[in-house]
T-cell receptor, first 118, second 117 residues
Framework: GAVVSQHPSWVICKSGTSVKIECRSL??????MFWYRQFPKQSLMLMAT?????????EQGVEKDKFLINHASLTLSTLTVTSAHPEDSSFYIC??????????????FGPGTRLTVL | AQTVTQSQPEMSVQEAETVTLSCTYD???????LFWYKQPPSRQMILVIR??????QNATENRFSVNFQKAAKSFSLKISDSQLGDTAMYFC??????????????FGTGTRLKVLA
């Protein structure tokens, strides 16, 4: 149980375009979802936290107009990178948690999405 | 502010041997959770083990065990009988409750473990 999927697994786009990444909880209700960014050989950096039906809370230094997060249902959150530039190229990971998944507030991670902006 | 420190950027161990990865953290809280995650080359984050701070007994999961020293704020991971499949990046994580009531992870910088045949 507690499976999280991400789509797409990798995407290449041109500079200036927008890219949407989906994160789904497949077998539990994700009341909270998280979006991370990971550079090569580095740790995960939390970008934002979203609660279902509420606006996302962004970490300091993360541009909320550039990284749009929507968490409209208990099983789906989306991250849209707007007007992407080469410096946005990275590995993006989502995670999810909810009372029906566990009682530890433990996060379950998606497999990640590799974004390359040309 | 809470911080998590992993002082060993890289380690290697011979297959079937035992290795210990260190993690220290800083917090003023009394109740919290600690986790070790494994990130293999596929980059999928996999939970290895969790420890509840109010439990004095060290958590164990098959070949994986922790040495949790609450007073010293230390949370090391011991891998026994290392296998080639244990080759991965290992992250220590501290879970804290934010001001909004959401529980967040703070990750360490990671230790890259290579198991040698």
């Amino acid at each position: 149980g507690a499976v999280v999927s991400q789509h797409p697994s990798w995407v290449i786009c041109k500079s200036g375009t927008s890219v949407k990444i989906e994160c789904r909880s497949l077998d539990f209700q994700a009341t909270t979802m998280f979006w991370y960014r990971q550079f090569p050989k580095q740790s995960l950096m939390l970008m934002a936290t979203s609660n279902e039906g509420s606006k996302a809370t962004y970490e300091q230094g993360v541009e909320k107009d550039k990284f749009l997060i929507n968490h409209a249902s208990l099983t789906l959150s989306t991250l849209t990178v707007t007007s992407a530039h080469p410096e946005d190229s990275s590995f993006y990971i989502c995670s999810a948690t909810g009372p029906t998944a566990n009682h530890y507030n433990e996060q379950f991670f998606g497999p990640g999405t590799r974004l390359t902006v040309l | 502010a809470q911080t998590v420190t992993q002082s060993q950027p890289e380690m290697s161990v011979q297959e079937a041997e035992t290795v210990t990865l260190s993690c220290t953290y800083d917090t003023s809280e009394n109740n919290y959770y600690l986790f070790w995650y494994k990130q293999p080359p596929s980059r999928q984050m996999i939970l290895v083990i969790r420890q509840e701070a109010y439990k004095q007994q060290n958590a164990t999961e098959n070949r994986f065990s922790v040495n949790f020293q609450k007073a010293a704020k230390s949370f090391s991971l011991k891998i026994s009988d290392s296998q080639l499949g244990d080759t991965a990046m290992y992250f220590c994580a501290f879970m804290k409750r934010s001001g909004s009531g959401t529980y967040k992870y703070i990750f360490g910088t990671g230790t890259r473990l290579k198991v040698l045949a």
